[in-house]
């Protein structure tokens, strides 16, 4: 079993940063791979960064160059620094790990961006 707890959403201005963090634990032996997807009120679940299991990164194109994933394995830890944010970045992020056929996600944790 595995289990995903994510941290680090709130309220910000826009323009403004925040760094979400993303633990797991269970059986686990790597943070890689992992992935962060968000979900806006409204809409699909979308996948906006992740770390394959050889360590490179990915990110969707809404996010290229003011997002930021990281992991540290020492840790179990994943990070994803946003930074210039927007409103349209408003949505509950969560951070997924796939493991031995399963997807295990965490509870969730909402960004909102705003004046």
């Known amino acids: 079993q595995v289990h995903v707890v994510e941290s680090g959403g709130g309220l910000v201005q826009p323009g403004g940063s925040l760094r979400l963090s993303c633990v797991a634990s269970?059986?686990?032996?790597?943070?890689?791979?992992i992935f962060w997807y968000r979900q806006a009120s409204g809409k699909e679940r979308e996948l906006v960064a992740a770390?394959?299991?050889?360590?490179?990164?990915n990110y969707a194109n809404s996010v290229k160059g003011r997002f930021t994933i990281s992991g540290d394995n020492a840790k179990n830890t994943a990070y994803l620094q946003m930074n210039s944010l927007k409103p349209e970045d408003t949505a509950v992020y969560y951070c997924?790990?796939?493991?031995?056929?399963?997807?295990?996600w965490g509870q969730g944790t909402q960004v909102t961006v705003s004046s």
């Open positions: 997924a790990v796939s493991r031995y056929g399963n997807t295990y």
């Open positions: 269970g059986s686990i032996y790597s943070i890689n791979p």
């Open positions: 770390i394959t299991s050889g360590g490179s990164t």
